[in-house]
């Protein structure tokens, strides 16, 4: 029998995953541009980041099983 994740791990994992794309986005973007990243282009970033990350950790079994 597989288990998985509970629900709240996977949204924590995600949403640090989310955060940490966004970020470093925002550091190659300030980097090659010199001025901010707008927010919308962030917020698209950090979510298309996370979904694959969502479907990864949905199938991470614990280390206990």
């Known amino acids: 029998m597989e288990t998985k994740l509970p629900l709240w791990l996977r949204l924590i994992i995600t949403i640090i995953a989310m955060l940490a794309a966004s970020y470093l986005?925002?550091?190659?973007w300030q980097w090659a541009f010199r001025f901010p990243i707008p927010s919308y282009i962030a917020g698209i970033i950090g979510g298309v980041a996370a979904l694959p990350i969502w479907e990864f950790v949905k199938?991470?079994?614990?280390s206990g099983s």
């Open 25 to 28: 986005v925002g550091l190659l």
């Open 59 to 62: 199938r991470i079994r614990p």
